[in-house]
């Protein structure tokens, strides 16, 4: 068994998996967590402490860390005995992060894609650009190295698993929806890293259709989806790391993801970005001083994390499946409902944090007790569904079918 866990980041996703870490500590051992701030690590213990969150007796220790230097992440890997380091701080991290467990011989977890600052919205294949060029390296060290095990990607990508093992024939498509129905009572803000988040969609717009990338511009093609415990909701085509490893490794001829976004964020968002604060070009104030617009951007919104003590409403995000089985057309809504309060008097995050951090404690517990321990890389869609939302179940994120007038909970054991 693989144990003691290093987190790296220090965000509100780092507190939702610092908490759920503690709370299976009797599978995941001791808790470091590392980041720039040392004091955004203490205060994620301090709130894990105050809760009592863990299970057994355990360390907890915080540490300082750019984990952009490799040789540092090693050095604090190899100083702490970690087995799993579950990455969930920035995705420009990735590659870095992966460099050391490479090294070191730890598994390594992350939640998103690898990005390049240089870059915003880089065209497809994405997993293509960074992570896949190195399976060779990862599987001739034997280290697991689990991509995208947030929920989306992550879950979703389950999900489609799932599908496509026992409920279909032929998938024809995916629809990847991803709906937050909830308020955090701030005029404008981001749900987490604003740099990345506008990163996300201030370029093209790519989706997989009919086995062939399409390119839109951002906002460009909405739908109204008709959900569970959500409602009736409006949301946007973009581009999203896991429509290409579905597309690719499940050979699905149409995958699109769809996020919810209301008319206020659309407007805010659309005079940032005709203003040029959304640039991450450099430019000179009057007064001579060189400043980045989205860098600007970033340090005037809330921090995401403050978020969670004000925020109320329910997420829904799921896989709407298309396809043929038995000679017969079929669609099912694979989905999960968070809800926002709960997160918060659980693990002290909103629900948007929760649902990214949970899937990543799992897969670590998975990877400690050799069930995903598979010396490579993997996206989750390579990795048998079952056991992951058979634990996700267990610790906080249950799973739900809909199809047709019958809707209900998905058992795994």
């Known amino acids: 068994m693989k144990k003691t866990i290093l987190i790296i980041g220090a965000g509100g996703v780092a507190q939702v998996v610092a908490h759920k870490c503690a709370q299976n500590n009797d599978v995941l051992g001791d808790i470091h967590i590392a980041s720039r701030t040392i004091a955004k690590c203490e205060a994620i213990l301090a709130s894990v402490r105050e809760k009592g969150a863990l299970k057994t007796d355990g360390r907890l220790e915080a540490h300082a860390l750019d984990a952009m230097d490799v040789e540092a992440t090693k050095a604090l890997i190899e100083k702490t005995g970690a087995g799993i380091v579950i990455n969930v701080g920035s ?3 990735n590659m870095s992060v992966l460099s050391a467990c490479i090294e070191t011989g730890a598994a390594y977890i992350d939640t998103a894609i690898h990005e390049d600052p240089a870059k915003v919205c880089e065209t497809p294949p994405w997993y293509a650009n960074y992570e896949w060029k190195r399976r060779e390296e990862v599987e001739k060290a034997g280290v697991t190295a689990i991509l995208g095990a947030g929920f989306d990607p992550g879950v979703v990508n389950a999900y ?14 995916i629809d990847i929806i991803d709906i937050n129905a909830g308020s955090h009572g701030r005029w404008f803000s981001t749900n987490f890293d604003p740099e990345i988040n506008f990163r996300e969609f201030t370029g093209q717009v790519w989706s997989w ?6 390119s839109n511009t951002m906002f460009e093609v909405g739908k109204e989806w008709d959900l569970p415990v959500v409602g009736r909701q409006k949301a946007y085509m973009t581009g999203h790391d896991e429509v290409h490893s579905l597309s690719q490794i499940l050979k699905v001829p149409t995958v699109r993801f769809w996020m919810g976004f209301g008319d206020h964020y659309i407007n805010v968002f659309t005079v940032l970005k005709n203003l040029g604060l959304l640039s991450e070009k450099p430019v000179k104030t009057a007064e001579g001083l060189e400043v980045v617009p989205l860098k600007v951007v970033k340090a005037v919104l809330p921090d995401p ?31 999960n409902v968070a809800d926002h309060k709960e997160a918060y008097e659980e693990v002290g995050s909103q629900g948007i944090s929760y649902t990214a951090g949970v899937p990543a404690v799992a897969a670590a517990m998975l990877i400690a007790t050799g069930e995903w321990d598979v010396k490579k890389m993997a996206n989750i869609e390579d990795l048998p569904p079952r056991p992951f939302l058979d634990l996700l179940n267990r610790i906080g994120l249950p799973t739900r079918i809909r199809e047709g007038d019958r809707d209900e909970a ?3 054991a």
Do not use: H, M, N
């Open 209 to 214: 259709q009919d086995g062939k990338w399409v």
């Open 305 to 335: 994390g403050s978020l969670a003590p004000d925020y109320t409403g329910k997420t829904c995000i799921g896989d709407l499946v298309k396809g043929v089985k038995d000679g017969k057309e079929r669609e099912v809504f694979i989905y």
């Open 91 to 93: 995705a420009f991290l």
């Open 410 to 412: 998905l058992t795994f």
């Open 160 to 173: 489609a698993k799932l599908a496509y093992d026992e409920y279909f024939d032929r998938i024809d498509s």
